[in-house]
C-alpha cells in the first residue's frame, strides 16, 4: 500500500453533473467517492495475512481463542483493512485517472481509528476521499481518508494516509518493473467491471460522516493498575527476508516490484527492495497487541515514516520498543510510543497507538465466562 494512491494526473471526469480538470488535484479536494465493488472476508484470509505479517495472537489463529476472548471466531488483524483499501484505491484511479507510476510514490504517515473488529464474513465496503493536496519543493503531497464499513453500513476502521511524489512522474508509457508486474495488474479496476461512483464536496459519502465509539470486551486486556507513565515495553526483533516480502505482496495484493525485485528497486534510485509500508506498520500492531493482550483493545494507531526498511538478500531485522508516554485513569486508557529501528536507522519518526486497558470488573466477568464455559 506504500505506493498505490497517488499521481491523479487525470484529463477530466464528472464530479456531481460538474467537469473538472483533475490534472489539478487541488480540485478535487473534499470530493469523495464509493467503490463498487466488496471484498468479502474469508476465515483462511485472516489466517493468511496473520502469518505475512508474523502476528502471533491467537485470536488471528484460532477460533477457539476468538471465542474465548469474545469474539466468536477469528478476528482480522490491525492493518488487515490494507487489502481491500489498496484494490478500492487502485479502482479508484485506474478507472478515473487513467494509470499512474506507482514507483514514484512512497508513503509518509498512517493514522487509522478502529471502530469494530473485522471478522470471517464480513462484506466490505470502501469509501475514499481526497483531505489535502499540496506542492512543495518539487513534490506532490497528498492526504486520503478511506472509510471501510461492513455489510451493515456500519463503520469498521476509518483510516488517513498520506503521500509523497514527485512532480511531473504521475504517469509513464514505460514504467520501471513493468515487465515484471503480475499479468493483468492493471487491468484489476476494468476485469472486475468497477466504476466509482464519485460524490461532490456539498454530498459526501454518508460513510464518510460516520464515527462510532471504538469497541472492545476488555476482559483479556492488560489491566490498568499495571501500567504506569515512563514504563517500557519489551523489545521485540522481526526477521524480514525477500521471501517474505514477495509473500505479502501475494497476500495483500500489491505487486510493486520495489519491494522485491534489486533491479527495479535500482531504476528508482533505491540502494535494494524495500519493505511495503504497511508491512512495517503491521509488525509493530502485532507488537503492539502482544503487549496489550487484546488486538480489539487498539483505538487509534498513528505512524509516520523517516525511512524505508531495505531488505537485501542477506536479510533484515527490525527492531521494536515501546514507552507508555501518557494514560487516563478516567476512561483506562494509555498512550503507547513504538520505536522501530533497523540497521541503526529509526524507521518511524514518530508512531503512537492509544489503547483501553481492563478494570478489575472487567476480568472477573471474563473470568466468569470462561469458568462457564
Not at 47 to 71: C, K, N, T
Amino acid at each position: 500500500m506504500a505506493a498505490n494512491l497517488l499521481a491523479m494526473t487525470m484529463t477530466s471526469t464528472q464530479i456531481a453533473g460538474t467537469t473538472v480538470v483533475a490534472d489539478c488535484p487541488s480540485t478535487l479536494v473534499g470530493c469523495a467517492y464509493r467503490s463498487d465493488e466488496i471484498y468479502v472476508v474469508g476465515r483462511e484470509k485472516i489466517r493468511e495475512f496473520a502469518r505475512a505479517v508474523q502476528d502471533s495472537h491467537p485470536v488471528h489463529r484460532s477460533e477457539a481463542a476468538g471465542v474465548e476472548y469474545g469474539y466468536g471466531g477469528l478476528v482480522a488483524p490491525l492493518t488487515f483493512f490494507a487489502i481491500p483499501a489498496f484494490r478500492a484505491q487502485l479502482a479508484m484511479f485506474d478507472t478515473v485517472a487513467g494509470g499512474y507510476d506507482l514507483s514514484q510514490i512512497m508513503q509518509t504517515d498512517q493514522v487509522v481509528n478502529y471502530h469494530k473488529p473485522i471478522r470471517p464474513g464480513d462484506t466490505l465496503t470502501c469509501d475514499v476521499g481526497l483531505e489535502s493536496f499540496r506542492s512543495a519543493f518539487g513534490s506532490e503531497l497528498f492526504e486520503f481518508k478511506t472509510v471501510i464499513t461492513d455489510q451493515h453500513n456500519t463503520a469498521l476502521i476509518t483510516s488517513r494516509t498520506s503521500f509523497v511524489g514527485r512532480a511531473g512522474a504521475g504517469t509513464a508509457t514505460s514504467r520501471p518493473g513493468d515487465d515484471l508486474v503480475m499479468h493483468g495488474f492493471r487491468d484489476t479496476a476494468a476485469g472486475a467491471g468497477l466504476g466509482p461512483r464519485v460524490f461532490d464536496k456539498s454530498d459526501p459519502c454518508p460513510n464518510m460522516l460516520s464515527t462510532l465509539e471504538p469497541r472492545a470486551d476488555g476482559s483479556r486486556t492488560r489491566a490498568f493498575e499495571s501500567v504506569e507513565v515512563g514504563q517500557r515495553l519489551p523489545p521485540r526483533v522481526f526477521s524480514l527476508t525477500l521471501g517474505d516480502l514477495v509473500n505479502y505482496a501475494g497476500v495483500a495484493g500489491d505487486p510493486n516490484p520495489i519491494h522485491w525485485h534489486q533491479e527495479a528497486a535500482c531504476a528508482v534510485n533505491l540502494d535494494a527492495p524495500v519493505a511495503h509500508g504497511m508491512l512495517t506498520v503491521g509488525l509493530g500492531a502485532g507488537y503492539l497487541s502482544s503487549w496489550l493482550g487484546d488486538p480489539g483493545a487498539v483505538i487509534e494507531y498513528a505512524v509516520r515514516f523517516t525511512s524505508p526498511v531495505y531488505v537485501t538478500s542477506a536479510g533484515a531485522k527490525v527492531e521494536f520498543s515501546g514507552t507508555v508516554k501518557s494514560v487516563d485513569p478516567r476512561r483506562r486508557t494509555a498512550v503507547v510510543a513504538i520505536s522501530a529501528q533497523c540497521q541503526g536507522r529509526k524507521i518511524f519518526g514518530r508512531a503512537t497507538a492509544q489503547v483501553r486497558l481492563s478494570s478489575p470488573e472487567q476480568r472477573r466477568s471474563g473470568e466468569a465466562t470462561t469458568a462457564n464455559n
